[in-house]
């Protein structure tokens, strides 16, 4: 399994932001509307694959389909939006290895390059001679010689490079495919080096400022340079961009920004990574951190979902944010219901019957309720009480679930301040991050990475309501993040147990047993 870095943030402000309109919520403004009969595919299909994606897989958050360089369909599932950021996970490396083939293009690198030469201070220490070998395309193309990956997120070292220099090499540089997020992270290190900026930096000027793509954030490493495999945020119109951007050879608005050379080194297949069934597009072979697809295609992704899916023979890309565990599924239901109905537009009447269906339906899409079915609590009364919790890595002191014009608020007293959390029993309620950092509690007494986080104002959205008369469960959604939380709290007497679950990121035990008294 990839991987990413861990951190995400838990937990509300007592600011309210109402539910919005999906129709209302666009903010796309570069790709030309059309249909899809117009550019060759009914629309009866895009319908299905929405139909059986809501059915088999745990979430979307996002949809974009760009046909001939227009937008055919596009749509957010509420409590998701156009507007906000999304994180990308390791759909983040086609990005880094994008900047490599800007780097390439002015000539400050060259692929052949050894990556003992950009740190001339660990040459004399290295303990592999090997490690002189490895070269920039072995970064690339995942292929430096680990047998296993080592994430630096979780150690105490603040300079991540240095670990690198230490890792066992298994195999020859250049011979076996092993994906390393590590190996992107020291791309991100040797072009800060070359250029003397962050990575995001010289992306803004050489791709984000052309595609006008706000300069969005990037995680970054304990020493202040941009993790470069992970932590990227964009928005799903941003995804679609950058795969239009790789479908025109590097072409924008008529302007090369990218050479044509370096497209095609990148999403060919440069290593094989065959080794297990050859039906899995994560089988097709890798390119420069790009993954080759069946069908002719390729795409970056990223954990839980992100996919910017590119399909040149149809003139086609697809940008997808989700939170599944089962990306395979989600790459097999595309190709089943949309790639193999392809057609000619010639094929299609002028009926715009299926099209309304479909723009309805993109209108109206929203995540699923928390519970099916709930229990209705007249009298919760003798619950509002202020509850004391024992000693905990969240740093949570104590909670009161209170009714409040007929909306439930937990309200909690934390190490670094009171939250309160609105949440809604019909609808995901949005509410905004305020000063409780929770992955920073859990983390930063060990692990340097994550201390000075202080990361605010981040968007979530709460739904939930009664199991029974003594357990009320809510699920929280990060908006700009995979990450979502279960949280059941069970009243008993005096007593109260709150049990909190994460789902859709890494490194995070499963579940946390919190307990107190009034």
């Given amino acids: 399994m990839k991987v990413y870095k861990i951190f995400f943030i838990m937990l509300i402000s007592n600011f309210v932001l109402g539910q919005e309109n999906n129709s209302k919520d666009a903010t796309l403004n570069y790709f030309e509307e059309s249909t899809p009969e117009k550019e060759g595919l009914d629309s009866r299909y895009i319908l299905n694959f929405i139909q059986k994606a809501e059915n088999e897989i745990d979430e979307l958050h996002s949809l ?46 060259n692929l052949n390059d050894r990556v003992i030469s950009f740190f001339p201070e660990y040459k004399n220490s290295i303990n592999d001679v090997h490690f002189r070998e490895i070269r920039i395309r072995d970064l690339l193309t995942m292929s430096t010689g680990e047998k296993f990956e080592i994430n630096p997120s979780f150690s105490k070292e603040y300079n991540w490079s240095k670990l690198f220099f230490k890792t066992k090499l298994d195999f020859l540089p250049g011979t076996y495919f092993k994906y390393n997020s590590y190996a992107t992270y020291m791309l991100s290190v040797i072009l800060n080096k070359i250029t003397g900026i962050p990575l995001v930096d010289y992306l803004n000027t050489k791709l984000f400022k052309p595609l006008n793509i706000d300069k969005p954030y990037w995680e970054s490493c304990p020493l202040g340079i941009n993790v470069g495999g992970w932590g990227l945020k964009i928005k799903t119109e941003d995804i679609a961009k950058f795969g239009q951007l790789y479908l025109q050879k590097g072409k924008w608005n008529n302007i090369q920004l990218i050479s044509n050379d370096w497209i095609k080194m990148a999403t060919s297949k440069q290593i094989d990574n065959s080794n297990t069934q050859s039906n899995s597009d994560w089988k097709q072979g890798y390119g420069f951190q790009f993954w080759k697809n069946r069908y002719n295609s390729y795409r970056g992704d990223g954990a839980f979902g992100q996919f910017c899916i590119v399909i040149p023979d149809h003139d086609m890309v697809i940008a997808i944010t989700a939170s599944t565990n089962d990306m395979q599924k989600v790459l097999n239901i595309f190709w089943e219901e949309i790639y193999l109905n392809l057609q000619s537009p010639e094929k299609f009447e002028n009926n715009f ?13 929203k995540i699923k309720k928390h519970l099916k079915t709930h229990k209705k609590v007249k009298n919760i009364s003798k619950f509002e009480k202020t509850y004391f919790l024992n000693d905990n890595v969240f740093g949570i002191r104590s909670l009161k679930l209170k009714n409040i014009n007929n909306e439930l608020n937990l309200f909690l007293n934390t190490d670094s301040g009171n939250e309160k959390i609105i949440i809604g029993s019909e609808i995901y309620k949005k509410n905004q991050l305020s000063n409780f950092n929770f992955i920073n509690h859990y983390n930063n007494k060990s692990i340097n990475y994550f201390k000075d986080k202080k990361l605010t104002n981040t968007e979530i959205a709460v739904n939930g309501n009664w199991v029974d008369k003594r357990t009320f469960s809510f699920k929280i959604l990060f908006l700009d993040d995979t990450a979502k939380s279960v949280i059941k709290l069970y009243f008993d007497k005096k007593e109260v147990e709150m049990d909190i679950n994460f789902e859709g990121v890494f490194g995070l035990q499963n579940l946390f047993k919190l307990s107190g008294s009034n």
């Fill in 353 to 365: 019957e299926n099209s309304n269906k479909l723009k309805d339906k993109l209108k109206k899409l």
């Fill in 64 to 109: 974009m389909i760009i046909k001939n360089g227009k937008n055919i369909a596009s749509g957010w599932w509420y409590p998701y939006s156009s507007k906000t950021p999304h994180i990308m996970h390791s759909l983040s490396k086609s990005f880094t290895s994008t900047a490599i083939g800007f780097a390439v293009d002015e000539g400050l690198l």
